[in-house]
């Protein structure tokens, strides 16, 4: 699980996280690292009998759908789920079948990906949910100057 | 006697505190190292520990000398300058120095009496490198809280590091004034040590505490943050190890790393938050149990940080029969969505359909603080309530788990 962080946190850095945290700006952010477009979309009732987040890559632009009856906080951490995801690079594909029942006129074959928050049965799974915790629920990091790092040690400062 | 003491518990106390930290980073285990060895220094050479144990004279010292190095490496990594390289070396040097001039002198007197008898060169050398050393450390040490304290935001961090400046700068005064004292001595300068020895102690404790005093004091926002987090931990526990029953599948941690997750001060803020999204995966999954042809109650208020995204309100249930041992719910949000997770759960456990069309759970603000504060809320609501049903005769309840988590 050591293990799981640290891979983690290493894929984390460079990748910037707007602090105080803004799920849109986040978004941008990845847009702009994979050089194309990212759509998120709500689909209620997505969690039933379904994942309760899913990604969706076709060779154009990345989908990004999540359930929205829930909590705004879950709502955001099930899109992270999924953001992290992108930005590791999984490359399973997932159960298109799920996507196949949500989006029936969507070309099979135009998807190259998908991938679902289901749950962290899986080393990928585990990996996505462990990074959109790092991303939302860590305290921004300190600056990485003297005054940072002494305000890191000694615990002031936020 | 009363300064020693209570340098000693604030010394050992800030390293028990700090032990948790061993497992962050290098930073944080440089500074462990320099307080323990400190810490170190001050129980062997306090009189009633150093009378049972008949500490040799020199030990402190050495103790001091390893301090010193810990401390030059938290500034080494502070700073990001210097190597580890020659910061060891220079410490293996003035160690070797320093048993090299003890063995020469024949043994080093250290009490004020000692000292003010002939002192050959060999015990002038050992003094003279074993605070030279020290000192050097301390000025460092000074001139970094000093500097970085007129940059810290102003209030307690700046307060804090300046308290710290200052009792480094008093230890660093009390070696460099006990090394010119005894090259005075040796000179042939009359130095009265038994006059002077008392006031030299009482400041090198004084620095002590400052040193010691101002490392805790910017920290006092961050503990209260800190305890509030795991209080908060605590009054989620009883729904998430409900959901963690339940929905197994959505817990991240392993029990041992749930443990390690809540050493470290940033590690408790994310098993809380991991928490919430827990309890919140569970109710997720519990929503298609949850009927729609529940009583509307009103959202929690302003007051309980609710900004409400959502267009639908609370959801809360008739009372349960006399057999649940519920009472009535009344007009508490808190506890309808407690009783409402109740019922999804009853639900589920007996294989019943998913509703046709499911309720929702109360809404409740975006923020990380707005979700602890509700399902805090929730969680003590439904504590209560499952002891009521579960046990309407009062007897002991199981603990639902004996995990860790």
């Known amino acids: 699980m050591k293990g799981l962080r640290r891979r983690c946190e290493r894929r984390l850095r460079g990748v910037r996280i707007p602090r105080p945290f803004d799920l849109d700006a986040f978004c941008d952010e990845v847009a702009a690292r994979r050089g194309r477009p990212l759509v998120r979309r709500p689909v209620p009732g997505l969690s039933d009998g379904a994942p309760c987040g899913l990604w969706i890559a076709t060779d154009r632009a990345d989908y990004v759908f999540y359930d929205p009856g829930t909590s705004p906080l879950h709502a955001e951490h099930i899109v992270l789920h999924e953001l992290a995801h992108i930005l590791s690079g999984h490359t399973l594909a997932g159960d298109s079948g799920a996507a196949a029942r949500l989006f029936p006129d969507l070309d099979p074959a135009a998807v190259v990906r ?40 000694l615990g002031f400062g936020e | 006697m009363i300064l020693s003491g209570t340098v000693l518990v604030l010394l050992w106390g800030v390293a028990a505190g700090r032990l948790p930290t061993l497992w962050r980073d290098r930073r ?26 008949g500490t040799p004279p020199t030990l402190p010292h050495l103790l001091g000398v390893v301090a010193g190095y810990f401390l030059l490496r938290f500034i080494s990594l502070v700073t990001g300058t210097g190597g580890r390289r020659w910061q060891l070396g220079l410490t293996v040097a003035v160690l070797l120095a320093l048993a090299g001039l003890a063995a020469r002198a024949g043994g080093i007197p250290t009490s004020a009496d000692g000292l003010a008898g002939r002192l050959p060169p060999a015990t002038v050398g ?10 050097a450390a301390l000025v460092i040490a000074t001139a970094l809280f000093w500097t970085t304290g007129r940059d810290a935001p102003a209030g307690l961090p700046r307060l804090g590091l300046w308290a710290m400046a200052a009792g480094t700068s008093l230890i660093a005064g009390y070696a460099a004034v006990k090394a010119v004292l005894v090259v005075a001595h040796a000179l042939g300068v009359a130095v009265d040590f038994p006059a002077i020895e008392p006031v030299a102690r009482s400041v090198q404790g004084c620095g002590v505490l400052l040193m010691v005093a101002g490392a805790l004091v910017p920290a006092t926002r961050r503990a209260r943050s800190v305890a509030a987090a795991y209080r908060s931990l605590l009054l989620l526990r009883p729904l998430w190890t409900t959901m963690r029953d339940a929905f197994p599948e959505v817990i991240l941690f392993s029990p041992r790393r749930a443990i390690i997750e809540l050493a470290g001060v940033d590690d408790v803020r994310l098993r809380l ?32 940080g609710a ?70 809320r929730v969680s003590v609501a439904y504590r209560r309530l499952r002891a009521a049903v579960v046990n309407p005769d009062g007897a002991p309840i199981p603990r639902p788990s004996g995990s860790a988590r």
């Open chain 1, 114 to 153: 998908v991938l679902g928050r289901v749950a962290y049965t899986t080393e990928q799974e585990r990996e996505a949910e462990m990074m959109a915790s790092l991303i939302r629920g860590r305290p921004a990091a300190h600056p990485r100057t003297t005054l940072g790092r002494l305000a890191d040690v």
């Open chain 2, 28 to 53: 944080q285990r440089a500074l462990w190292g320099s307080v323990v060895a400190l810490a170190l220094t001050r129980t062997v050479a306090f009189p009633p520990v150093a009378d049972r144990l």
């Open chain 2, 126 to 135: 050992y003094w003279v490198v074993l605070e030279a050393y020290l000192g």
């Open chain 2, 273 to 304: 938050y991991r928490r919430v999204i827990e309890i919140r995966d569970g109710m997720l999954a519990l929503r298609p149990y949850l009927p729609a042809s529940a009583v509307l109650l009103p959202a929690p208020g302003p007051s309980d």
């Open chain 2, 307 to 376: 900004e409400n995204p959502s267009p639908s309100g609370a959801v809360s249930l008739p009372a349960p029969g006399p057999s649940d041992g519920a009472e009535n719910p009344g007009s508490d949000p808190a506890e309808a969505e407690a009783r409402a997770i109740l019922l999804a759960l009853r639900r589920r456990a007996a294989a019943e359909p998913p509703a046709a069309t499911p309720g929702s759970w109360a809404p409740v603000g975006p923020e990380m603080a707005d979700e602890v504060a509700w399902l805090s």
